[in-house]
């Protein structure tokens, strides 16, 4: 029995308008509405609301053995109920067969997995929870964006509780093993992986309507028979693809629907097919190996890398001035501000900065609203600006507010005022001799709320401090669902302990 | 004293800083009481025509070539022309022209002796066809219309000036406003432009030179001596719109480049000055407006450098962005590696801004109330830079008197020298 695992992916970015320098400080509207507003509706009324209808008649028409799964984006579903809640409508009685499965990712298909686990988690989570008020169904299995994967991120994946995740079936990782077999993370076997097949789900994703490809027309019963083709110990077949491959990347006049329709009875009638959602297959299927990808793959262009939105210099200065953001959007406590920093992150803003022009250029310059990689650099980094100026200004209100009262009645003639440290930065500059006799007086879930997500430099600085006893009291005392205010009041702690020090020894 | 003088564009309709200076200079000559009759290529019949009469190359009948023009015509029918040579245009400029070339490309001799020719008025892939051309006519209209001198700008229109010389034997003055060197460079020059420059200057009675710095390039380039090149710098028309109040929306200082992103204006060392500025400095910004063919490698190495939240493009700006741009600086920055003159740090200075110049720039001659540095030297730059913009007493006093030197200098002034280089011609 082999069994037939479709997933599609659903995902529209918040797309930048054009942001001048001129606008830096001055104007905080960075998207193009009319254009996203645009996009949303054309790709709905040609894409996802016929195939949803059509996913809902092949569910009657073939009653429970049709199975599919869906990975939608938290900016993608928010443009929909915006935009297109006809759209959301139909997902939700797809989601009410109990035949469809949703998958997690992050709410803003974005790439934070590649730079801060701490992010990645808290997208997750707000993605996870989307899904869940609008669907009422819990995701099992996480697919990353861009299926990307590695090692490393699947372990951060499993820390999730995910026990099942999707990837690319790369042919360099997997070397002259199949992709359709269950396989297992190479560091976790407890994380069973689904690999893309690649060759079959790119037949209908990327081939269907090419003339030129010696198999065109494809039709249903091709399909299959290539299925059938393939060795019979196979297990199972994963097509994942775009949902935008029905109806906008292949459009209804090549036929895609017609095949779409026809595919599942054709599946049906050959006894050993089957349909299974990737949780189903993970749950039926013994894995067969391990699958080592200790550099991360993702199911883009020819090299099945990140190349496409990382590694020249362009996406890089973006990505890192982006993510050296994350610590105080935490501590800003405004919504706009972190809708701002999680629609920035939309992977799509990399996409476009991509100079790879070659084999690969032109299915990027279909998906580009820019005319170059510098122009799509040039307008981000000018939005990047303004929202720097909007986190800093908040993040330094939010640090006058907090601090201790009690500071500026201190008198300034002593040379040890010099230390005291006015922000949890600060405390860098504090000799750990006191870091030391003040930690040493407060509980370790207190310290461990205040260190939570700090970075290296000072969190090295605080337990290297600290006893061995402590520091495990920490580990053990790992605060749950902490939110950024507890956080803040921790941090605070601290300080004013250190000012109590100080006022205690400077006498 | 009647002038007949040959130049390529005339506001309006103009690509860059030789037009602007004609009309400048006719109105200089015009207070001096010099009239002055203004042949351009292709006329539109809206240029400002108070203190001079514009003749249009492309309304007049050509009824005989002199044996000069012919050998050129000889020349040029077997020289294909590249298309690295335009002066004086803008990038985008230069795209649009360059893509959309090839119109009204008639070829063929007979039509060059006879008839009218309308003239592009353009720098075209075909430049140096209309070029000859534009001296066919020339010589007609030296023929017909009374003059005592003629004055030519730039190597477009030498062949015009040597064409109209040898009908009516009347001295030729030659204005160089940028030679091929300060274009292109020495790796790249053009021979075939060099070699029209090289005819003008030794067929000029005079020559008159924008800068000491481009009259050292024709002594030590072309060999022509120094005797015979008199300096005469430009000038600005004083503003008479008033300056935007742009609403600014960041607190931090503002340090700009405008102009065009290629080799000649030393893009890059700005990039590497204001790298060295904000390792001290966080709160300053930098802005790159304009384009070129230097731009993409000049976003590349700001991202490389990681100070791309600091260092922002524009793109190319016109018309009022230009007056907002630097109205939204606090300095400005001219690090070219040859201007024979730079017009930009005068409109800088005349919108109350501050600026840094090349050595390498004529418009460093005249300039007092300006700091300069060898381009080479990002050191100095960035040192210059970072006191401008942290010196108040430096900056207050470069803003009053920088405005009042610029404008101090006067068309009218140096139409005057202009005139006394006519004088000596005409009594030689």
Redesign the interface.
Known sequence: MKSICFYFQVHQPYRLRTY????????HDYYDEHQNRYIINKVAEKSYLPANNMMLDLIKKHGKVFRIAYSISGVALEQLEREAPQVIASFKKLAETGQVEFLSETYAHSLASLKSPSEFKRQVERHKQKIKSLFNVESKTFRNTELIYSDAIGKQVFDMGYRTMLTEGARHVLGWKSPDFLYVNSNNPKLKVLLKNFRLSDDIAFRFSDRSWDEWPLTAEKFVKKIKNLPPEDEVVNLFMDYETFGEHQWKETGIFDFLYALPEKVLQEKDLQFRTPAEVAKELQPVSAIHVPHPISWADEERDLTAWLG???Q???F??LYALEDKVQQCNDKKIEDDWHYLQSSDHFYYMCTKWFSDGAVHHYFNPYK?P?EA??NY??V???F??RVEEKFNASEITSQPKHKKEQPQESGRRVAQPDTFQDLKKVPKKVLKEVLKGLSPATLAMALANTDNEIYERLVSTMGKRTVKAMKDNKPINLTATDRKNARQIILDSVFDYYDMHSV | MNVLMFGWEFPPHITGGLGTACFGLTNGLAANKVPVKFVVPKAYGDEDQTNVRIINASDTEVTFATKMVRDYWNYISYVEVDSKIIPYVSPEDYYNIVNSAEKGNETSENKAFSGKYDFSGKYGKNLIEEIMRYAIVAANIAADTPHDLIHAHDWLTYPSGIAAKEVSGKPLVIHIHATEYDRAGEANLNSQVRDIEQKGFDTADKIIAVSQLTKNILVTKYGIPENKITVVHNAVVPQEKTIPD??????DKVVTFLGRVTYQKGPEYFVEAANKILQRDKNVRF?MAGSGDM??KI??R???L?I???F????FLKGD?VD?MFA?SDVYVMPSVSEPFGISPLEAMRSNVPVVISRQSGVSEVLKHALKADFWDIDALADQIYGLLNYDALSTSFKKYGKQEVNNLKWENAAAKVKEVYQSVLNK
Request: charged content about 35%; aromatic content about 10%; hydrophobic content about 40%.
């Open positions: 001048r320098f001129f606008d830096i400080g001055r104007r020249n210099e362009l890089d200065e973006a890192d001035k170059s510098y650099f040039i980094m000018n990047i600006s303004d720097i100026l | 742009a609403e600014r929306g960041i607190k802005v731009l993409e976003i590349r700001v991202a490389a990681r791309a939240d600091r922002h493009f524009t793109g962005d907002t939204l």
